[in-house]
């Protein structure tokens, strides 16, 4: 399996441009994350997804939208990027139930916006 | 909500030594506990987690410990070593569900050698 993976790995965006960061899961988790990460801020939720078609706001999903069509996939998208949307992306993935509850983390979207 | 709180932001240690990192949480109805480990330019990834009917849970070198009246739970790392040096992360969540776990802002490690 090869986990959770995101794409681009990093990307320099102006102001006011838009992007999709994708990420992928093999898994079959229905459970799906995004996050941010500032320094010292730790993980910042943006999105969560429960599964295909059910998405839901985290902590700071201002400036950010998402869609669920499939089980793997997950992308987050920035219609008008802002500086202070320069951060790193993570998505994450888990299967449902307390059995398992480890989060699996991609290795990350770096992000600027100048 | 949840808020998480951990201490210290940086730790340095000599190779060899034991570090300890603690967080206290202020949901008494939070239940799960993991601990993260992120390495540079890579993703957070589970090294240790610890339910609310334990105390204390051990893994070779790792170790966590909860107190649920005080509401704070430790990491401990004995015998560290370079390989050691990363980013911890500490979370608290409501086990099942949605599981929305809230992060503290991170202990960066250094171990030199």
């Known amino acids: 399996n090869a986990g959770v993976t995101q794409t681009p790995k990093f990307r320099i965006l102006k102001i006011g441009q838009s992007m999709t960061l994708q990420c992928a899961q093999d898994?079959?988790?229905?459970?799906m994350y995004w996050y941010r990460q500032d320094p010292g801020m730790g993980l910042k939720l943006i999105y969560y997804s429960v599964g295909a078609g059910i998405t839901d706001k985290g902590e700071v999903p201002n400036g950010y939208n998402v869609s669920r069509s499939t089980t793997e996939d997950f992308p987050l998208r920035l219609e008008l990027a802002a500086p202070s949307q320069t951060s790193v992306y993570f998505c994450?993935?888990?299967?449902?139930?307390?059995?398992?509850?480890?989060?699996?983390f991609g290795p990350g979207t770096r992000l600027l916006v100048l | 909500g949840e808020n998480v709180e951990q201490h210290p932001s940086t730790l340095s240690v000599q190779e060899g030594d034991s570090a300890v990192i603690k967080c206290t949480y202020s949901?008494?109805?939070?239940?799960?506990f993991p601990w993260y480990k992120q390495e540079l330019g890579k993703g957070p990834q589970l090294i240790i987690d610890?339910?609310?009917?334990?105390g204390e849970k051990k893994d070779q070198r790792i170790a966590v410990t909860l107190n649920k009246t005080a509401k704070h739970f430790s990491l401990h790392i004995t015998e560290t070593q370079p390989e050691d040096s990363a980013v911890y992360f500490c979370?608290?969540?409501?086990?099942?569900?949605?599981?929305?776990?809230?992060f503290g802002r991170g202990t960066s490690l250094i171990v030199h050698p």
């Open positions: 949901d008494s109805a939070s239940n799960y």
């Open positions: 898994m079959n988790h229905n459970y």
């Open positions: 610890i339910r609310s009917n334990v």
């Open positions: 979370a608290a969540t409501l086990s099942g569900g949605s599981y929305i776990p809230t």
């Open positions: 994450a993935s888990r299967h449902p139930g307390s059995a398992q509850e480890t989060q699996y």
